[in-house]
């Protein structure tokens, strides 16, 4: 089985920063396509940043210039650089991924976090 676990999530001021991680373990061979998504109350759950196996990045319009999303392709880990937080960016933050467990040629499957709540105060 394969776990997404994210950690790092809190209360900040308006303004303020946090780093968000993401940690991959199990039957993972290797991970393409690594997410942040969010989920706001009464809202749908929405892309936040994208990165994939390259290295290349995605980010939602919102986001763009505040937030920096990151891997560690040997830690099977990713990461999401939050700065100049904002009330509109509280929400439950999810790790999602699309893992391979036995080669580069064999199935994919999607897994998601258990989220990680971050709030943002004015």
């Known amino acids: 089985q394969v776990q997404l676990v994210e950690s790092g999530g809190g209360l900040v001021q308006a303004g303020g920063s946090l780093r968000l991680s993401c940690a991959g373990s199990?039957?993972?061979?290797?991970?393409?396509?690594m997410d942040w998504y969010r989920q706001a109350p009464g809202k749908q759950r929405e892309l936040v940043a994208r990165?994939?196996?390259?290295?290349?990045?995605t980010y939602a319009d919102s986001v763009k210039g505040r937030f920096t999303i990151s891997r560690d392709n040997a830690k099977n880990a990713m990461y999401l650089q939050m700065n100049s937080l904002k009330p509109e960016d509280t929400a439950v933050y999810y790790c999602?991924?699309?893992?391979?467990?036995?080669?580069?040629?064999?199935?994919?499957?999607?897994?998601w976090g258990q989220g990680t709540q971050v709030t943002v105060s004015s």
């Open positions: 990165i994939n196996s390259g290295g290349i990045t």
């Open positions: 999602h991924a699309i893992v391979r467990k036995d080669s580069d040629y064999g199935p994919s499957y999607s897994y």
């Open positions: 199990g039957s993972i061979f290797s991970i393409n396509v």
